[in-house]
Every structure is written in C-alpha cells, then in structure tokens.
C-alpha cells in the first residue's frame, strides 16, 4: 500500500506524509507534532510511520516545527547542503538541527528512509527551494509547491510520475483586485513567488500522460483563490484531454484531481 495525507496546506503551515502506515517519510514540518500525531492516530498510525523527513525550503510555513520534531521525535532531516546551513543559521532550527542532518547528494538520487528521492531547484524568494521525485515500489511523486515559475526540469519529472502534488496559489483577477500592497502583489506574481491556477493547469498541460493516476493542487491562498477557482482551472485541462481521447479513440484513464486543504488534514489518501 501506498498512502499520501496533507496535514496543513499553504501559508499556514506545510506538512506532508508519504509512506505505508509502517514506514515513510514526512515532507515539510510547518505544523506541530502534536498536530501530526494527532492525525496520524486518528488513521490508525502513529509517529513510527515516518523514519525520515525532507524540506523544500527555509521559509516559516514549511520549518515552523522542525525544531520541535528534532527535539521530541529526532529523525534525519534531509535536504541540500544549501539548505542546511540556512537552516543552521535560523532561529527556529539552529538549536536543534544539528544532529538530525542528513544530506541529499548533489545529483542522482538519495535513499530517504524506505524511498529514493531526486531533487531538483524551483524559483521561489528563499534561499533556495526545490521539489522532490520521490520513488517508491507503488510508483512515483513529485512533489512542486512554492514556484514562481514551472521548470523544464519540474516537467520533465512531472511527466514520469504516478502521482503530483502542484501548487495552484491564486486566481490572478484575485490578487490583482485584493487588498495586498502592489510591491507584494508583484514578489507573488513575477516568477519568483507562487503559481497561479492558469500557470498551474498550463502545467498540468504539459506533463499529463496516461500513467498519471492523481493530481494533488496545493498550498492555496486564503486571499487569493477559492478551491473552486484552483480546481476549475485544471479541470478544464483534463476536460479538454478527455474529449480528445474520445474523438480519438483514446484509451486514456483520467487521474484523479484533488484540492489540499488549508489549515485541516486531508483524508487518508490511498494512492496505491
């Protein structure tokens, strides 16, 4: 079996899990855990279901508990050796860090808990961020959350997965029309910030292939999108696929689109 649960989802706090119920990993530690545990026990698992834990970058909502898991729940935290070190410089972390680190080789994969994980640099205003290709013996996740703008590489990866967990930030007429200041309007807009829901589903464009089984949109704004307007977005993508397939005789299976909530745990996702 193969199980994916989004415990918090966006500015709030970031947290992921991936594994089986007996072992996994855990993805981002921007919710506490207790919060964590408390999830997991009420699907029946506890804090051993997860052996280690990877970070996609140094911003608050993704490492606001990562002190605390190194603390009460000490596993290795594996990341990029740029990463650790601003790690290793934050006030959340700098204390407790140390002996949890675990780094990720600079190329090719790196054995993270029972999984083979590849990562890979996304654009994004933090010291540096990056998605993940996680490889397990149920199939392939990619994992792209906080992007300016979808890579070449964030494709490619994309187009070899079972399963893809996307940002799908905002709704451009949202943001533009919002009350946020224009300077902060522009840091998420302009490449080095977040993805729209248009980006998102340009996206989902070019990296749908038939072995795609579930497309996970995530880390939503409160302000700027509704789940409606994320999921409308790419809908219309996988819509417009599907009627091609049938003009054409396709034998096309559609994946499944969810929309991760944004302060509450998801459902138990069974994936494989």
């Known amino acids: 079996m193969l199980y994916f649960k989004s415990f918090s989802s966006g500015s709030c706090g970031n947290c992921y899990y991936l594994g089986n119920g007996k072992e996994g990993i855990l993805i981002d530690a921007g919710v506490s855990p207790r919060r964590v545990k408390q999830a997991l026990q009420a699907d029946g698992m506890g804090m051993d279901a997860f052996s280690?834990?990877?970070?996609?970058?140094?911003?608050?909502?993704?490492?606001?508990?990562?002190?605390?898991?190194?603390?009460?729940?000490?596993?290795?935290?594996?990341?990029?050796?740029?990463l650790h070190a601003a790690l290793a410089r934050h006030t959340f972390t700098r204390d407790y860090i140390g002996s949890c680190k675990a780094l990720l080789a600079e190329e090719g994969e790196t054995k993270v808990g029972p999984y083979f994980v590849?990562?890979?640099?996304v654009p994004h205003d933090a010291t540096q961020t990056v998605g993940y290709r996680i490889r397990t013996p149920e199939g392939t996740l990619v994992l792209i959350t906080d992007v300016g703008k979808m890579?070449?590489?964030?494709?490619?990866?994309?187009?070899?997965?079972?399963?893809?967990?996307?940002?799908?930030n905002y709704d451009v007429e949202m943001l533009m029309g919002g009350p946020y200041p224009y300077d902060l309007k522009m840091r998420i807009c302009q490449g080095c910030g977040h993805l729209s829901n248009d980006e998102a589903a340009a996206a989902l464009e070019r990296y749908l292939h038939?072995?795609?089984?579930?497309?996970?949109?995530?880390?939503?704004?409160?302000?700027?999108?509704?789940?409606?307007?994320?999921?409308?977005?790419?809908?219309?993508?996988?819509?417009?696929?599907?009627?091609?397939?049938?003009?054409?005789d396709g034998d096309f299976t559609m994946p499944i689109l969810r929309v991760l909530p944004r302060q509450i745990p998801s459902p138990l996702f069974v994936l494989a």
Not at 118 to 121: G, Q, V
């Open 52 to 82: 280690a834990m990877l970070i996609t970058h140094n911003h608050l909502d993704h490492i606001r508990a990562l002190g605390s898991f190194c603390k009460r729940f000490p596993k290795p935290v594996y990341t990029t050796a740029v």
């Open 151 to 168: 890579t070449d590489e964030a494709i490619a990866c994309a187009r070899d997965a079972d399963y893809v967990v996307m940002e799908s």
């Open 210 to 248: 038939p072995g795609l089984k579930y497309v996970f949109l995530c880390h939503l704004s409160e302000q700027n999108n509704t789940p409606t307007l994320a999921r409308e977005a790419s809908k219309a993508v996988l819509d417009a696929f599907e009627a091609h397939c049938a003009c054409n």
């Open 118 to 121: 590849h990562w890979f640099e």
